[in-house]
């Protein structure tokens, strides 16, 4: 397993979709670990992880920091082994959203309503498939996958991020300029092939 490289101790595995593994941080219980099947095999592959990496961790913090409740932080984020490390989310009473999902597909607006909103507001693209979502111990519809490094708004973004206050609103103004310049490297590769 690629991940060994991170010299994380890995515990119980907590969930699998079709890109990664997660499992528990063994030695930080609040955080889980997420290995990527896909490592890339050229050097073109590699620089694009290595900018796909860097473009998750700003977008996640600056998501984290408008829907603290709904987003969940990110702890770091790697391109070789291509991993992410994520605070983890307790399933709360109404449990896993997948489980709970099942006794009723109307639930299902409660997914479409959070996603409507943050793409209304940033322009970023939540995977809505249901088992990417769960409740957590107070209730709140987290998202547990990754949002796309590279599918935002950059104007809606600056708008929701200058709404914050504070450190906040430093912090995400940072992480926004980081991510413009992440996005900016990726595209402007993509255009010098064409
Ligand atoms: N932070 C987390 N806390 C607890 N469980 C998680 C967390 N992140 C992911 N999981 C579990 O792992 C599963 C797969 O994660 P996900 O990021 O959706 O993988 P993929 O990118 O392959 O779709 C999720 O459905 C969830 O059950
Ligand atoms: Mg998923």
Not at 99 to 104: I, L, Q, S, W
Not at 128 to 141: A, E, I, K, P, V
């Amino acid at each position: 397993m690629g991940i060994d490289k991170l010299k994380i101790k890995t515990g119980r595995k907590l969930g699998e979709g079709g890109e990664r593994k997660v499992y528990e941080d063994k030695d930080n219980p609040e955080r889980v670990i997420g290995a990527f099947e896909y490592q890339g095999e050229t050097d073109d592959d590699k620089r694009y992880l290595a900018n796909q990496a860097r473009g998750r961790f700003y977008l996640s913090k600056i998501l984290h920091l408008l829907y603290p409740d709904n987003i969940r932080d990110i702890h770091g984020s790697f391109s070789d082994p291509n991993a992410t490390i994520n605070k983890r989310v307790r399933a709360g009473v109404r449990g896993r959203k997948n489980e709970y999902f099942k006794d009723g597909k109307e639930k299902d607006a409660e997914i479409h309503g959070l996603r409507y909103k943050i793409y209304a507001e940033t322009g970023a693209n939540l995977d809505g498939f249901f088992n990417n979502f769960m409740y957590d111990q107070s209730g709140n519809l987290v998202y547990v996958d990754t949002p796309d490094s590279f599918t935002f708004d950059i104007d809606k973004l600056r708008t929701a991020v200058e709404k914050l206050e504070g450190d906040k609103k430093v912090k995400g103004l940072l992480y926004l300029e980081r991510l413009i310049v992440v996005r900016g490297e990726e595209y402007k590769k993509n255009d010098d092939k064409k």
